[in-house]
């Protein structure tokens, strides 16, 4: 019923939008549509999801995912999406909340971290992952960013985002900042939130995994940057690679302070 009348919302929304846009007044009517998306976002869906596949004994260890260390201790999941990606020790590497999940489900489930990070997005275990980065943020919702960086990998990581942000190539001499870097900018309809600094609370960084109406899938953050590399016409680091999660550290790094919105709904 609900993704029914998402679906309607949606359709109506960008008709307001279009027709409002030869009037002068689309972003107002975006503003709007936007608002009304608020009302029912299918992301409680996944979020219900990702709850029971935490607490539900899985894989060849029949084990469930609650002693996982996200960061803070095991088993300890409030605020822990807040300081992610960061340094863990056992692994000797920063991880953000999806390579992490894909760690414990290794560790504690016996399942195998590299096939699922192998697996395109939207199927099988893929799904779980996302559903389980869903639930874990949400139980962060309106939590202010704070990722350490203190350890001299977390600064590491930082800077190595930071310059994946800026590197141009590919068929058109694009970066991240070709799209991301300048207030006020938009591709079609899509306002393009300014990366290099904090965008504000739940934009950009802070706002996801988000439930896309457009063509109804919930994405983690893994996948929003997938897609940016497409833009981008770069090919994709990887599913959980260093340089996503670098460019994960900088975004973050640079919405500290702002407050966590995910999982968001966007058009
Ligand atoms: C060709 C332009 C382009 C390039 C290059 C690009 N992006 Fe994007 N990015 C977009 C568009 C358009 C959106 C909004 C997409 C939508 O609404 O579906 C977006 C959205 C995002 C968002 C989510 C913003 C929000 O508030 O929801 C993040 C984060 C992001 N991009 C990061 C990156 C990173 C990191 C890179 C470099 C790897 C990158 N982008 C490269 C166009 C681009």
């Known amino acids: 019923m609900k993704l029914i009348a998402i679906a309607a919302l949606s359709t109506l929304g960008w008709l307001v939008a279009n ?11 975006i503003e709007e549509y936007r608002q009304m998306l608020q009302d029912g976002n299918p992301a409680d869906l ?14 060849p260890k029949n084990a469930s995912l609650e002693q996982c260390d996200l960061g803070k201790g095991p088993g300890v999941y409030k605020g822990a999406f807040l300081e992610l990606p960061r340094f863990f020790v056992d692994t000797n590497r920063v991880q953000d909340l999806e390579s992490r999940l894909l760690t414990c489900m290794e560790t504690l489930q016996g399942l195998n971290a590299a096939d699922i990070a192998k697996t395109p997005f939207g199927k099988d275990e893929q799904n779980n992952v996302t559903a389980l980065a869903t639930w874990l943020a949400a139980e962060s919702k309106d939590g202010q960013f704070k990722l350490p960086q203190s350890h001299p990998q977390e600064k590491i990581s930082y800077e190595v985002g930071k ?8 068929t058109h001499d694009f970066s991240c900042a070709s799209c991301h870097s300048k207030d006020g900018t938009r591709i079609r309809l899509q306002d393009l939130p300014t990366l290099t600094k904090n965008p504000g609370d739940g934009v950009g960084f802070a706002a996801w995994p988000a439930y896309r109406v457009s063509n109804g899938q919930m994405w983690g953050m893994q996948q929003r940057l997938n897609d940016c590399y497409r833009q981008q016409r770069f ?15 900088y975004l973050g790094v640079n919405s500290q302070g702002a407050k966590s919105a995910a999982p968001t709904i966007k058009r």
């Not at 409002?20 to 689309?26: D, L």
């Not at 996944?46 to 894989?59: M, N, Q, S």
């Not at 310059?163 to 590919?170: E, I, P, S, V, Y």
């Open 46 to 59: 996944f979020e219900a999801k990702g709850e029971g596949l935490w607490k539900k004994k899985r894989g």
């Open 19 to 29: 027709s409002a846009h030869a009037q002068k007044t689309s972003v107002q009517s």
């Open 235 to 249: 090919p994709y680091p990887g599913f959980g690679s260093e340089a996503t999660i670098a460019l994960g550290v």
């Open 163 to 170: 310059r994946l942000f800026f590197q141009r190539g590919g």
